[in-house]
């Protein structure tokens, strides 16, 4: 067992800072002190003295762009700067936020138009919920759509009751003021980023209509100066730059809830494999190794998060063609955000292993393989959550 190998810092600390600076790329040095204040930070375990971090032999390089690197310790709560954007439709320039409206309207009692002051002077509410990309992993070098954030707005909810919704309306529209042309029955017809949510969907009470991201004004790449925050739902519902709500009689069909950022799948009913083709909406059960942590008496300490629409229930880890063995949860009393987990993985053999995780939430769906006919039948691109087997080599 090659204990040897492990570097003792107090006899070599540049050996160890050099570790940390290939692990994590220069500019992580910032985040890594941060981190190590932080009692939730991502891999605990972070280097004490006589500890190190071992690589993955499939880091992904730094992409220089807004996203998590998981090579990097994570906050529970990701630094803005850290958080992906992402825009379909050209981006709008930024909105003045004294001429911004928000219009309600559709099969309601009484249509209104607010302000951004009379938005803000509604009740406010803090939710911390994770945003992911339903992208996140469908490609190989894309793993980092995803952050924790905490949102501040004010619930959407309340606001709609307000307004009076008709026993007639079967869902809420969200649009942005972001436009694009598409073709339709061969015509080209202007549409805005739009997504709906059912009407029982609207009625909860942690949808916001958001104004602040992690304490501070919300960045126009996020959506300023309002959008909507769907706790437990992909990426795609959270309208961003909105300017248009409407309950609605009919369903809205517009592209990326009926054409684009759909999943079609086989899926088995009655001894039968049936091609079902669904939108987006809530988010799958997921999980990934982010770190592994080499202490001085030799074992390693595998961390990394999982998260759900709910909340996690357990996460297991498997090495190699070995059993899964359960992981150690951080206490996750919230839903809908990332949960860190931890495990101990004693007397690893010097050689290159495979490290993957499997997560279990509260409703007991499980994270499969990428062999799964959950996922082996979805021929589209969205919803990417197999498990993610990651490489080490362990000297
Ligand atoms: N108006 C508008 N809102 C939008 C989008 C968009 O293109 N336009 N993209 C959606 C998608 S697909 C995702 S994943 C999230 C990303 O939010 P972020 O840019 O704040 O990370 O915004 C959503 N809201
Ligand atoms: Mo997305």
């Given amino acids: 067992m090659p204990t040897t190998s492990v570097a003792d810092p107090r006899r070599s600390p540049t050996l160890l800072s050099r570790r940390r600076l290939m692990a994590g790329g220069v500019t992580a040095l910032g985040v890594w002190a941060a981190a190590r204040l932080s009692p939730r930070a991502l891999g605990l375990a972070d280097p004490a003295p006589g500890e190190e971090v071992v690589p993955f032999l499939d880091e992904l390089p730094e992409s220089g762009r807004a996203q998590v690197n998981w090579g990097e310790p994570q906050p529970w709560i990701t630094p803005t700067k850290r958080v992906f954007t992402v825009g379909h439709y050209t981006q709008p320039a930024e909105i003045d936020p004294a001429a911004w409206r928000l219009d309600v309207s559709g099969v309601v009692d009484k249509p209104m138009t607010l302000t951004l002051d009379q938005i803000k002077g509604r009740p406010r509410r803090e939710v911390t919920a994770t945003l992911e990309c339903s992208g996140n992993g469908a490609s190989p070098n894309f793993m980092g759509a995803i952050g924790n954030a905490t ?109 684009d950022y759909v999943t079609i799948r086989g899926e088995f009913h009655n001894g039968k494999t049936l091609w079902r083709q669904t939108s987006v909406g809530p988010m799958n059960v997921k999980s990934i190794a982010g770190r592994v942590v080499r202490r001085a008496d030799g074992a390693c300490v595998v961390s990394g998060v999982a998260w759900t629409q709910g909340r996690v229930a357990k996460v297991e880890v498997k090495v190699d063609d070995g059993p899964w063995a359960e992981a150690k949860l951080e ?31 509260e409703r007991g769906r499980v994270q499969p393989t990428a062999d799964d006919p959950e996922i082996k039948l979805k021929k589209t691109y969205w919803e990417a959550y197999a498990q993610y087997p990651r490489r080490v080599r362990i000297k």
């Fill in 151 to 259: 949102w501040a707005g004010t619930p959407l909810a309340p606001l709609l009751k307000e307004c009076g919704i008709q026993p007639s309306a079967v869902e809420v529209a969200f649009y942005g003021t972001d436009t694009g042309k598409e073709k339709l029955a061969g015509q080209d017809v202007e549409q805005a980023f739009a997504r709906t949510l059912p009407i029982g969907e609207a009625a909860r009470e942690d949808i916001l209509l958001c104004y602040e991201m992690n304490g501070q004004p919300l960045p126009h790449a996020h959506g300023a100066p309002v959008r909507l925050v769907v706790p437990g739902w992909y990426g795609v519902a959270w309208v961003k730059w909105l300017t248009g709500i409407e309950a609605r009689d009919r369903r809205l069909m517009t592209r990326f809830i009926a054409r």
């Fill in 331 to 361: 206490e996750n009393k919230t839903p809908h955000t990332w949960t860190f987990w931890s495990y101990e993985w004693k007397n690893p053999p010097a050689g290159e292993h495979t490290l993957v995780s499997r997560a279990t939430d």
